[in-house]
């Protein structure tokens, strides 16, 4: 059964760090293209940054560049995303997903799996 497992949300304030992490099945993991996403209220899902599991190849959202780092422990089959340099406007909910390695990163339609999302929020 493919699952995906976010941890380490939290609340933190303006300038802090915290590190997301998403433990993927194996099934999930190989070749694909794994993704972080984030919702906040009355917005849309939008990609934040995402990772090629193959090469390592990274993408990210230019609100985030710079400040976000995503990075992968094959290993573990786990997923993780850096945040520093926090900003209330980062507050969301944040997922990760997987999908096949072709099409946009960015594009959440194209993510078969989910995971159940792990709160961040920034104050000021």
């Known amino acids: 059964q493919v699952q995906l497992v976010e941890s380490g949300g939290g609340s933190v304030q303006a300038g802090g760090s915290l590190r997301l992490s998403c433990a993927a099945s194996?099934?999930?993991?190989?070749?694909?293209?794994m993704g972080w996403f984030r919702q906040a209220p009355g917005k849309e899902r939008e990609g934040v940054a995402a990772i090629y599991t193959g090469d390592g190849s990274t993408y990210y959202a230019d609100s985030v560049k710079g400040r976000f780092t995503i990075s992968q422990d094959n290993a573990k089959n786990t997923l993780y995303l850096q945040m520093n340099s926090l900003k209330p406007e980062d507050t969301a909910m944040y997922y990760c997903?997987?999908?096949?390695?072709?099409?946009?990163?960015?594009?959440?339609?194209?993510?078969?799996?989910w995971g159940q999302g792990t709160q961040v929020t920034v104050s000021s």
């Open positions: 997903a997987a999908k096949p390695r072709t099409g946009s990163w960015s594009r959440s339609a194209l993510y078969n799996y």
């Open positions: 194996r099934y999930t993991y190989s070749s694909s293209c």
